[in-house]
Every structure is written in structure tokens, then in C-alpha cells.
């Protein structure tokens, strides 16, 4: 949730208003003495709005706020709004929330204020002016600020895509284009820089310990981020400031130095002290091996000091300070940059665009400050203002004036184009980008072009060159010294072949994406890559494997403080549970699902539950309940999300069409779905095209046309080789042949996946029929035991196809 930085005081805030009390802190609605039930999403939408009751707020910027995304249809922004206004008790637009025609809502209840601080909400002019801290007494310590930023609640946009369903384009959109929000010079690295495996462990610089008064408290990233960004533009490789804000995680910065990722690593902590008017910058650096060093500097500028302290430390660690920078304007010019990268990095986007609102005219021309602007529109979903910002400033920025930053709003605008759908003109911005950013001195940003042009050939479906660009981002993301980075980078290349359904080639570079980022101490991250290993080994057939590396994230809320992967990783294990005929534990995680991901909370999540549960009604053997249920799921938003498990689901429901006897309504939708995947062909949708083709003729009596489709998706699933689709064919196709007497070639078939039989049930019954169509009683017996163990909760196939 982005609350309101100008109404946040120093202590815990809570807002009364009819019967009702509103606690942000708590995340709790209180009617009278009764705790409300409110899902997440709304309970966030009526913070919001609240905290920003002094003005009307528009639909994007509310969706950006609650969501944490641009990509959220109005339609359930409504839904929301209406549950918050019936949990208040109003019918309509006149009550507490005012619908603003073409533009937005706004809260127009009286509201009271409380708090553990009696004072009244700040206005802007007197934060600005310093007024709003109350009476001075006769040491007024350090000069007033603005109000300290809520923490950073890390969003990532739609990640991972779900097991079975499996696309990179969310991860590379999370990796790269939250990237283009850092600032040119944020990961420019000298020549002389050591590069390669050779190259030290980049430092991490941790947050600042700075004042008690919360008037200051922006300088726990600001001076964080400045001292990096000023070692790095020395020469010392230094992680960027978003990646050691991702490996603290839930950890104190203090416990940073215990995880993997501090092994060898210099580990900086600045200190900020202000004392009869001047401010005194300590950096300690410590690192396993050789001395610590402590350095300080002093100026009646903090930023001045910190950056004389980063100075002072590049020379005691042997690199050569930055030159230049000392002018008046430039000095002005970094603190406003400093300060607004502070507000954005706690996605504290209105705090950002009031420090710049607040500066002088002279800085907020700077293109610098406009590209902030622009990211600030971003970072609230109003990505065609972005768009337009950026295209203005392009102009004023030539690459001969500066490419790096040039290269950088490229970034921005390939980004924010992505975002709005218009793949076209982002690959076209993303190649001016890397034709600008070769040879500028900024290798990450020139990963990050690499990288936003793979996650628009991956939408594409051009699999080959967004492995070619992960490539190329790769080589400069390790000569930039970004490890996570880099181990993002890995992690991507596996998923762009999970993809490309390609399970055997992914897992193992997924292996190697896990062992980097377990060193690097991500937890967010490790638990992605492992998301993504799942699916993998699911289709490999490795159930235990896949059971394995589940244990290894769950609980999910034990392993991210991120909600939607919560969901993402329960709705994983939900794949698991219903491959290993686990009905009832998938039943009580998809009750859950239902309950808790609501599409006003994470739509991805709950399209998929609502497709998992017509599954497990159908394992369960009820197919007249599991066809509608099916029917429901085919939404739109799982077409366009999820495709593969779109598909997955509309055969299935196929099936119990032709289960419950109703084959005349599944040979319109099986004619329908050949006609789907047409329009969006791949080998493996052609394969489950193909099946339920074969299925559907066969439930005809076409017995001749049955068995060609039957042998033409066999020969396509062993094209592509991937165990889950051979034993999907194989199986029906082998209770065909044997129907029809034909056991030496059904024999032939179910040789092809005997392998698999130990532990997947269709390959055990498909054995089995075939052991008692050849009257082995014994090898019959044996493998029904098997079946029957493999079968856990789910009803027992037919003996033969319908």
C-alpha cells in the first residue's frame, strides 16, 4: 500500500469515521468493537483513499497504489470499490466514496484523526517550511526534512508465469524494467575495474544509521544509495542499492553479514551524526579478510559529507575519487536526485513528486529530474503520462550530449511502452537503447536493454533471441560486478527453455540459477527460481523431486513477505498435490485460494485456482460437476495469462463432456479448440490439439480417423519429448489399440513409457490393461497394486477410452 507521506506522524495513526476505526498500521477495520473481514486489496483501497481524502484520486493511480501494477482492468478496481462501500453500509456513489465522473474516487467522510502523538495532520506548506514538527525548543537539532516514506513493500508485476503454464515474460519485466528507475551514473564502472571471475565480490552498502527525528529518516536509503553510487563511479564494484534491499529481505542489516552473500564482500555501514550544525558521515567498512577500515567527513551538507566520506574510503581501499561534481547547482541538483531516489526506493511515489515540485525551477528543468518525473508516473500506473514525459525529453537529450542517459530514458520509455502493450514500438525503443548504451560505460543499463528486449521476443513467442539477449545481458551484468543480477539473468535463460518446453535443458540451468542465488542470500528470488524448477520437474515426471523442492518453500509466508507469490507458490503446490493424488490436501490449499486470492487481489492466482478445482472434480471421477467448472475457468484473463493451462483446462473439460455422455456438445468445442490453437500453434499445443482430436473420434466411432490422430500426437509428443505429453498420449492411445485387439502395437506404445510406470498412475494403467489383454495374470495383478497405490484420490481410469 502506498499510504500518504504527508499524513503519516511520527507514531502509529488511526482515522475514525461514523462507527468505524481504521488502523494501517494494524491492517485492521474495526466496526464499533467488531473486527471487520475485509481482503486485502480493499482494506488497501480504503487506506489509500483516506490518507489522500483531500483530493480526488484517479483510477490508474489508485490501481497503482492497491496492486502495485498497471495491468489491472477497471472493471475490478469497481468491484473493489463496491465491496469497501457495502462493508461501509452505502449503496452507492453518495456515501463515503464519491465516484468522480471520467477520472476517479474520492473519500469524502468526515474523518478523525488519532494517534500515539496528539498532533494534527501536517499540511504540505508546513512540512515544507518546517512548521509542521510543532514548537522549537532550544535545540532544534537537525534542519527540518520531510516526513520518513512507509517501508518499501516490493512489488513485483505479474512474475513467474504458474506451473505447467510456465513463461519468463513477468520475471524479465520484475528483473528488467524495475531496473530503469536507477540513475545514469548508478552503475557506471571505470576501465580499470577488475572484470570476470576474477572480480571481487561486489561491496554492499547498507542502509544508513541515521538521527532519531523522523524529519531525517530519508537518509537511511538516501545515503545509502549516494554512497554507493559514489564508490562505484570510483571503480569499486558495489552492488546497486535495489539488489541489497532484496537480499536484506526480512533480515536487520545487521544480519546481512551473516548470509552468503557477504562472503568476501566489503560490507559498508554509514553512520550520520549531526552536532552544533554540522553533520559527521562515518563508513565502516568490514569485510572476512584483512582490517576494517573507518573513515569520516564532515560538512554542514550531509550529502557534501557522505560523499567526502566515499572519497576518503576509495582512497583507502586504493581507487582514484570521481572528479568534478563540486558545482552549486550540481550539488543541489544530486541531493534533489538523492532524495527522490530515497521516496521512490520506498515506493513513496507522491513524496517523490512533491521534493520536486517543492525545488527550484532551475533543477526541475534539469532532464535528470524529468526522467524522476516520469519514473514517479510509472511507479503510479500512469504509464501513457510516462510515455508522453519521455518522449519530450528524448528530444533534449541527445546521444552526443549524453548517452548514458539517453540510454536510459530509452529503458524507461521501451519499458513503459511494454507495459501498455505496444510490443512493436518497444523493440524498436529497446534497439536504440543498446545501439546508444555500447561502448557508454554502463554495462548494467546496457543489460537492462538486453533484457527488456528478451521479454518482448518472449511474448512473441521468438524464444531463440530472447535466449540470445539473456545472453548478451549476461555478459554485462557480470562486467558490471551485479551478482544478483547475474543470477537473475540465469534464472531467466532457464525459463525462457521451460518455456519453450524444453524441461530437461531448463532444470538444470534452474539448478545453477538456485545455487548462485542461495549464495547471494535472496529469499524472494530462490523462492522464484524453485516456483519455476516445479514445473519442470512435474513435466520430467519427477514427482518426488517436484515434492522435494516444494518442502524447500514451504510454508510460503515462512520464505517471502510478498502476498501474490504466497499465492503463486500455494497454487504450485496445489500441481503437485493433484499429480500425486492428493485430492483432499488440494481441495483445502484451493478453498484457500478461493477465499483468500480473490481477483481483487491477485488474479492470477485465482483464475488458476478456479481451473485447478474443475481438475480435481475431474480426477475425482465427477465429470457432469467438472464440465461446468471448466466452462467458468476458460476466462479470458486465464487465456491471456495462462494459455497453456487455458488449454490444458478446456480439453479436460472435453472429456467430461464425453464421460457424462455428451458427445455432440464436445465435438462443436473439440472443432473449436483445433480452431484456437491454430491461431496461436506451438508443437505442444498442437500435441493436446491433436488428443483431443483423436479422443473425440474415437467417442464417434470413427475407430480408423481416432487411430491416426492417436499416432499422429504420439509422433508429435515424441518430437518433443517432454515424459508428461507421452504419457498424456500414450495412455488412451493404448486402451484404443487394445480395444480393437491390437496388443502387439499397443505393446509397442506403452513399452515407449514403461520407464514412468514405478510412479505415474497413467503409465502404471495403461501397463496394467495391457497385462491382462496378454493374460498375464501375475504382471496384471502387480501392476494394479501399483496403480491403485499411485492413484491415492483419484477415481480409477476406465478400462478403456470413451
Given amino acids: 500500500m502506498h499510504g500518504s507521506c504527508y499524513a503519516t506522524p511520527m507514531g502509529a495513526r488511526h482515522y475514525r469515521f461514523r462507527n468505524f476505526t481504521l488502523d494501517p498500521a494494524a491492517r485492521e477495520l474495526w466496526k464499533n468493537d467488531e473486527l471487520v473481514a475485509l481482503p486485502g486489496s480493499a482494506l488497501d483501497c480504503l487506506v489509500y483513499l483516506v490518507e489522500q481524502r483531500e483530493r480526488a484520486v484517479g483510477r490508474d493511480e489508485l490501481i497503482a497504489a492497491v496492486w502495485g501494477r498497471a495491468d489491472v482492468a477497471d472493471t475490478l478496481l469497481a468491484q473493489t470499490v463496491l465491496r469497501v462501500r457495502r462493508t461501509l453500509g452505502d449503496s452507492g456513489s453518495d456515501g463515503a466514496i464519491r465516484t468522480v465522473a471520467r477520472f476517479g474516487y474520492r473519500w469524502v467522510e468526515e474523518t478523525a484523526v488519532g494517534g500515539d502523538v496528539s498532533e494534527p495532520v501536517a499540511s504540505r506548506a508546513a512540512i515544507g517550511s518546517g512548521e509542521a514538527g510543532g514548537e522549537v525548543t532550544q535545540d532544534p537539532g537537525p534542519p527540518v526534512a520531510l516526513r520518513e516514506p512507509l517501508p518499501r513493500r516490493r512489488t513485483f508485476w505479474p512474475v513467474v508465469a504458474l506451473v505447467l ?109 549531526y552536532h552544533d550544525g554540522a553533520w559527521r558521515v562515518r563508513l565502516h567498512a568490514r569485510r572476512d579478510a584483512g582490517p576494517p577500515h573507518e573513515v569520516e567527513a564532515t560538512s554542514e551538507d550531509v550529502l557534501e559529507a557522505a560523499r567526502s566520506a566515499a572519497d576518503v574510503l576509495l582512497i583507502r581501499l586504493g581507487y582514484t575519487p570521481p572528479q568534478g561534481g563540486n558545482a552549486v547547482r550540481s550539488l543541489a541538483l544530486e541531493e534533489l536526485v538523492q532524495r527522490t531516489k530515497a521516496a521512490i526506493l520506498a515506493d513513496q511515489f507522491d513524496l517523490a513528486r512533491y521534493l520536486i515540485e517543492q525545488a527550484p525551477a532551475t533543477l526541475r528543468d534539469a532532464p535528470e529530474v524529468e526522467l524522476r518525473l516520469a519514473q514517479i508516473d510509472q511507479g503510479r500506473g500512469l504509464n501513457a503520462e510516462a510515455e508522453v514525459r519521455l518522449q519530450a525529453l528524448l528530444d533534449r537529450v541527445p546521444a552526443s550530449l549524453d548517452p548514458a542517459l539517453r540510454g536510459r530514458i530509452l529503458i524507461s520509455l521501451g519499458s513503459t511502452q511494454y507495459r501498455r502493450r505496444q510490443l512493436a514500438p518497444a523493440s524498436q525503443t529497446f534497439d536504440e537503447a543498446i545501439e546508444v548504451l555500447v561502448g557508454a560505460g554502463d554495462p548494467i543499463a546496457l543489460a537492462g536493454a538486453y533484457g527488456g528486449r528478451a521479454a518482448i521476443a518472449s511474448q512473441d513467442g521468438k524464444l531463440d533471441q530472447a535466449a540470445a539477449d539473456l545472453g548478451r545481458a549476461r555478459v554485462e551484468m557480470e562486467a558490471g560486478g551485479d551478482a544478483l543480477g547475474l543470477a537473475q539473468v540465469d534464472m531467466n535463460l532457464g525459463l525462457v527453455q521451460a518455456k519453450n518446453y524444453r524441461p530437461a535443458q531448463a532444470l538444470p540451468m534452474l539448478r545453477g540459477a538456485e545455487a548462485r542465488i542461495a549464495v547471494l542470500g535472496a529469499r524472494e528470488e530462490l523462492a522464484y527460481v524453485r516456483y519455476g524448477m516445479v514445473g519442470a520437474q512435474l513435466q520430467l515426471l519427477d514427482y518426488s523431486g517436484a515434492e522435494a523442492t516444494v518442502a524447500l518453500f514451504w510454508p510460503p509466508e515462512a520464505h517471502t513477505g510478498n502476498a501474490r507469490l504466497r499465492w503463486r507458490l500455494t497454487v504450485t503446490r496445489v500441481y503437485v498435490l493433484l499429480a500425486t493424488g492428493r485430492l483432499d490436501e488440494a481441495d483445502a490449499l484451493l478453498s484457500q485460494i478461493e477465499r483468500g486470492a480473490g481477483d481483487a487481489d491477485d488474479y492470477a492466482a485465482h483464475s488458476a485456482g478456479r481451473a485447478l478445482t474443475a481438475l480435481v472434480v475431474a480426477a475425482r471421477g465427477r465429470f457432469e460437476e467438472a464440465a461446468p467448472l471448466a466452462k467458468a475457468a476458460l476466462t479470458g484473463e486465464l487465456e491471456y495469462e495462462q494459455p497453456d493451462l487455458y488449454l490444458t483446462t478446456w480439453a479436460e473439460r472435453l472429456r467430461c463432456l464425453r464421460r457424462s455422455g455428451q458427445v455432440d456438445a464436445a465435438a462443436a468445442e473439440t472443432e473449436a479448440l483445433r480452431s484456437w490453437v491454430e491461431e496461436r500453434s506451438n508443437p505442444w499445443r498442437r500435441i493436446h490439439s491433436t488428443l483431443a482430436e483423436a479422443e473425440q473420434a474415437w467417442a464417434l466411432g470413427r475407430t480408423e480417423a481416432a487411430l491416426q490422430r492417436f499416432a499422429d500426437a504420439f509422433e508429435q509428443a515424441e518430437g518433443l519429448s517432454i515424459p508428461d505429453d507421452l504419457v498424456q498420449v500414450a495412455e488412451p492411445y493404448a486402451l484404443a489399440l487394445i480395444g480393437i485387439g491390437q496388443v502387439d502395437r499397443a505393446s509397442t506404445v506403452v513399452g515407449r513409457v514403461a520407464a514412468w510406470a514405478e510412479h505415474d498412475v497413467r503409465a502404471a494403467w495403461a501397463q496394467a490393461q495391457l497385462y491382462r489383454a496378454q493374460a498375464r495374470p501375475s504382471a496384471w495383478e502387480r501392476t494394479t497394486e501399483q496403480v491403485l497405490r499411485l492413484a491415492g484420490q483419484r477415481a480409477l481410469p476406465a478400462a478403456s477410452i470413451d
Avoid at 191 to 201: A, H, Q
Fill in 165 to 273: 503454464g510456465m513463461t519468463c515474460i513477468a520475471m524479465l519485466a520484475v528483473l528488467w524494467f524495475g531496473r530503469s528507475g536507477s540513475d545514469p551514473a548508478e552503475t557506471a564502472v571505470v576501465s580499470g575495474t577488475p572484470l570476470g571471475t576474477s572480480s571481487p565480490p561486489p561491496a554492499l552498502v547498507l542502509p544508513a544509521n541515521v538521527p532519531d527525528a523522523a524529519d531525517w529518516s530519508w537518509l537511511r536509503l538516501g545515503l545509502m544509495d549516494l554512497v554507493g553510487n559514489r564508490l562505484r563511479q570510483g571503480g569499486l564494484p558495489t552492488a546497486p542499492s535495489e539488489n541489497v534491499l532484496a537480499l536484506l529481505g526480512g533480515l536487520g542489516d545487521a544480519d546481512l553479514a551473516a548470509t552468503p552473500a557477504a562472503d568476501g564482500a566489503w560490507r559498508i555501514a554509514p553512520d550520520a551524526e
